[in-house]
């Protein structure tokens, strides 16, 4: 489904990668969100959650519900799934089915934030994770049922990452809110995060060092190529296969300098991650663990489902940089956030399309389209 990492250059800059896959593809939008700018959060039974952003980010989004001729999307069905804000803070969605479960409970006079709106909140509002994770601690965060994924309730968990290094992963599991200090930085789908890290102790093994010979009675063996030190890695597309590597990637890719060559260097360790059409299907009958999207469905020419990166992104916390390219397109687009910062309106462009665009993209964005035209 997704996979994030944080890789540090030579000068311990940090940077952020990550992909998206899905069976269908859906109508993201790339959204600027500007400081001042005014969101309210609702949760039945609750007061509404109002609050101004105090932060400009950037941001891919997905909307709340299936836009049709009559009611196109707006900026309010606009949900943060990844992004990053003027300090460097980024905020990821990954898939994780079992999220919902149990009853929450709050008292019914606070305001209640929806789990939908905890990238808005998390990007406009903080400047580091650990103000993120003070902050949640008192905030009720609710889950809520997703008409476009068909009712499905919330079935993701987060990921926040800063500047400094610092990560955090917020998971519900069965309903319960659970923060962890992500010490790896990486983060995929099920089973829980604790859960993840403990697997990694059946890795003590791996290394990037190549071990090329060796001795078996008088046969002296020898690989005829290099690449064996991956020899250990799991292979498989699954989240804990794709966990394991992206450590490993994390860990082992070269830290390279100076920024830009950083930015290639992470998008080539995302390269390991993409996920062409068809590498791997389900018939109906299988019982595969897709999201169902609501109104959105493939043309039916194949019998199958099947997952592939509908988007990659890139994030450089320290120069505010946003990367982004989508299944149709191998390069990516750049945007800078630092250039946005005399926008006082919210601006949307569709993401798809968004490589063939001639102009400087962040020029693009700036003459985006209304909210209203989403």
């Not at 930085?185 to 990037?208: A, I």
């Not at 989240?239 to 590597?245: A, K, L, N, T």
């Not at 019998?303 to 916390?317: I, Q």
Request: proline share 6%.
């Amino acid at each position: 489904m997704c996979t994030a990492l944080v890789y540090s250059d030579a000068t311990g800059k940090n940077y952020l990668g990550r992909t998206l896959e899905l069976t269908v593809d859906l109508p993201y939008q790339l959204a600027f969100f500007p400081v001042d700018f005014a969101v309210t959060s609702e949760v039945s039974g609750h007061p509404a959650l109002a609050y101004t952003l105090a932060h400009r980010f950037l941001a891919i989004t997905m909307p709340a519900r299936v836009p049709t001729p009559d009611a196109p999307l707006g900026l309010a069905d606009l949900k943060v799934i990844e992004g990053l804000n003027d300090e460097g803070v980024t905020f990821s969605v990954l898939s994780y089915p079992s999220a919902a479960g149990g009853q929450q409970s709050a008292d019914v006079t606070r305001a209640a934030l929806a789990a939908s709106d905890l990238g808005s909140w998390v990007l406009g509002r903080f400047a580091t994770v650990a103000e993120v994770k003070a902050a949640l601690a008192a905030q009720p965060v609710f889950l809520e049922a997703l008409s476009i994924l068909r009712g499905a309730v919330s079935p993701f968990h987060y990921v926040v990452n800063d500047a400094s290094g610092a990560s955090l992963v917020i998971e519900f599991h069965k309903g319960e809110m659970t923060l962890y200090d992500n010490p790896v930085r990486v983060m995929t789908n099920g089973p829980r995060f604790d859960w993840h890290l403990t697997n990694l102790d059946n890795y003590t093994f791996l290394s990037n060092v190549d071990r090329s010979t060796a001795t078996f009675g008088s046969y002296e063996a020898r690989q005829p190529d290099s690449g064996v030190a991956t020899a250990g890695l799991p292979s498989s597309s699954t989240s804990v296969g794709r966990f394991v590597r992206a450590v490993y990637y994390a860990q082992f890719a070269e830290k390279a300098s100076p920024p830009d060559a950083a930015v290639c260097a992470l998008a080539h360790v995302m390269n390991n991650f993409d996920r062409p059409r068809g590498v791997s299907i389900d018939y109906p009958q299988g019982g595969g663990g897709h999201m169902e999207v609501a109104g959105l469905k493939e043309d039916g020419a194949k019998p199958y489902a099947t997952e592939f990166t509908c988007w990659t992104s890139l994030s450089d916390l320290d120069r505010r940089l946003f990367f982004v390219r989508d299944y149709a397109g191998m390069n990516f687009t750049r945007f800078d956030l630092g250039a946005l910062c005399d926008v006082r309106e919210p601006k949307v462009l569709p993401l798809r399309g968004l490589t063939a665009l001639t102009a400087d993209p962040t020029e693009a964005l700036k003459a985006g389209h209304p909210p209203q035209h989403a």
